[in-house]
C-alpha cells in the first residue's frame, strides 16, 4: 500500500495495523523520507506468531503541521501503546493550540472478547485525555466494530460530549453512516473505522468524506477538512 499513501494529496494521514518492526520499520521510515512524508510509528505487537497490530502518522513534509508523539500520561494507556493498539499524537498546525489525535487499532474478530479489549483501548484513551490540559482531540482508527454499538463511544457522546462524525456526515454533505470497510465483494459492508471529535475538533472541521482510494483494499478513507 506505500505507493497509494503516498500520492494521496493530505497533510496528515493516520494509520492502522502497520505490523512494522526493526529492519522493515526502518527501511518503511527511509522510503517514505525520500517521498517527502515523515512517518512516525509506534510499536507492533511481537506476542504472536506473526507482527500485528501497530499504529502511526505519516505527515507531508511539504505542508505547514508539524507532528509531536505526545508525552503519555497514564499507566493505562501506555500498556496499549506499548500492545500496538493505541497512539497519541499533536499536530502542530501553526495555530494558538495544536489539536490533538488519539489513534486506536481495535481488536479484531467480533467476539465478546474482541469487544472488550476494544473497550478497554478506548477507555483508557478517555483517561488518558482527561488527564491533561484541555485540547481540540479527535480519537481515529479501526475499531473492528461499529462505533454505535461500543458503549464506551456510547459514554464520550452522551457523558462527554463527543461526536461520531461519520454519523453525521451530512452536516457537511456526506451520508450519513457511509460504510467504510468489505473485507470481500460479497460481504456486507459495515461502518467499523471511525473519526470521533470532542467540542474543541469539531469546530474545526470543515468538511467530511468517506472515499473508496485506489491501492487500498477493504478499508476506505476517512477524509477530513479543518478551517
Not at 527501511?27 to 510499536?43: A, H, N, S
Request: proline share 4%.
Amino acid at each position: 500500500n506505500k505507493d497509494a499513501i503516498r500520492r494521496r494529496k493530505a497533510g496528515a494521514i493516520f494509520i492502522q495495523e502497520h505490523k512494522l518492526k526493526g529492519k522493515a520499520l526502518k527501511e518503511t521510515t527511509e522510503y517514505f523520507k525520500g517521498e517527502g512524508w515523515d512517518l512516525k510509528c509506534g510499536p507492533c505487537d511481537e506476542s504472536t506468531k506473526k507482527p500485528n497490530a501497530g499504529v502511526g502518522v505519516l505527515t507531508d513534509e511539504g505542508s505547514k503541521i508539524k507532528t509531536i508523539k505526545a508525552e503519555i500520561l497514564t499507566d493505562d494507556f501506555r500498556k496499549w501503546v506499548e500492545a500496538g493498539r493505541a497512539g497519541k499524537f499533536e499536530l502542530d498546525l501553526g495555530w494558538e493550540q495544536n489539536l490533538q489525535v488519539i489513534v486506536i487499532y481495535g481488536k479484531s474478530g467480533g467476539s465478546k472478547r474482541a469487544i472488550r479489549m476494544t473497550e478497554a483501548f478506548i477507555d483508557a484513551a478517555r483517561q488518558e485525555v482527561a488527564a491533561g490540559h484541555y485540547l481540540a482531540t479527535m480519537l481515529v482508527g479501526d475499531l473492528n466494530a461499529n462505533p454505535e454499538k461500543l458503549k464506551s463511544v456510547k459514554e464520550m457522546i452522551n457523558n462527554d460530549q463527543w461526536t461520531d462524525v461519520g454519523k453525521h456526515a451530512s452536516w457537511w454533505g456526506g451520508r450519513d453512516e457511509e460504510p467504510t470497510c468489505q473485507p470481500r465483494p460479497k460481504a456486507t459492508p459495515t461502518r467499523i473505522d471511525a473519526i470521533l471529535a470532542n467540542k474543541g475538533a469539531l469546530a474545526w472541521i470543515k468538511g467530511f468524506k468517506v472515499i473508496e482510494a485506489e491501492g487500498i483494499p477493504t478499508h476506505k478513507v476517512l477524509q477530513i477538512k479543518l478551517r
